[in-house]
């Protein structure tokens, strides 16, 4: 089944140590998107692909980078993680918006970080 | 700048009762309307999604809601739930441009069915 795959599920590193999470899909989407959940909390979308272009929000912190080096992989780098960026990252991908308006966004199953 | 409110936290309920789920929005601009449902430990799945034309939404697994403009509001309801819909339900509102898909979430309501 064509899918969204996120890996490791669970990760733990270390105050200050980079980190980097995975996200590949078999989709063949040309959005890909990186949301970051806290816990009891609502995603909040930290940046997103269009094919190759980057695009970052406003109130994302520099800490986060992400690469993508083809169409179906995608990499979240946190350089420097703190105690606050312990949370479940979420890859979604999507087509992109169509004249029909928007398509939907397929989330993986998300990886937990937890920085000690 | 758009915004959603869901406004309630928890909603315990018994087994084979409706249920209804609570989402207003706040908007400047047209926006494109979703429901997701995420179980533990899992991904955001789509329940639902309202663009254009018939108010009522109908979408997976029973669950069906209502676009009301003038009430800003687009609730979830089902009117037998299960235990496995046990899960925490995000209403989430999509701005009517740009080339992606940008969503904007509530905080999310967890709904907890008991036997």
């Known amino acids: 089944d064509a899918m969204v795959i996120q890996n490791p599920r669970y990760q733990v590193t270390q105050f200050g140590k980079p980190v980097t999470l995975s996200c590949s899909q078999t989709l063949n989407h040309n959005v890909m998107y990186w949301y970051q959940q806290k816990s009891s909390q609502a995603p909040k979308l930290l940046f997103h692909y269009y094919d190759k272009d980057f695009n970052n929000e406003a109130d994302t912190p520099d800490n986060f980078q992400s690469r993508r080096p083809n169409t179906s992989f995608c990499f979240l780098d946190i350089r420097s993680p703190g105690l606050g960026d312990a949370a479940m990252y979420l890859c979604?991908?999507?087509?992109?918006?169509?004249?029909?308006?928007?398509?939907?966004?397929?989330f993986g199953p998300g990886t937990r970080l937890t920085v000690t | 700048a758009q915004s959603v409110t869901q406004l309630d936290s928890q909603v315990p309920v018994f087994e084979e009762a409706p249920v209804e789920l609570r989402c207003n929005y706040s908007s400047s601009v047209s926006v494109y309307l979703f429901w997701y449902v995420q179980y533990p430990n899992q991904g955001l799945q789509l329940l639902l999604k309202y663009l254009s034309g018939s108010t009522l939404v109908k979408g997976i697994n029973g669950f069906e809601a209502e676009f009301n403009k003038s009430q800003t509001s687009f609730h979830l309801r089902k009117p037998s739930v299960h235990i496995s819909d046990t899960a925490e339900y995000f209403c989430a509102v999509s701005p009517l441009s740009g080339g992606y898909n940008k969503l904007i979430f509530g905080a999310g309501t967890r709904l907890a069915v008991h036997p």
């Open positions: 979604a991908t999507s087509r992109a918006v169509g004249t029909t308006g928007p398509y939907e966004q397929y």
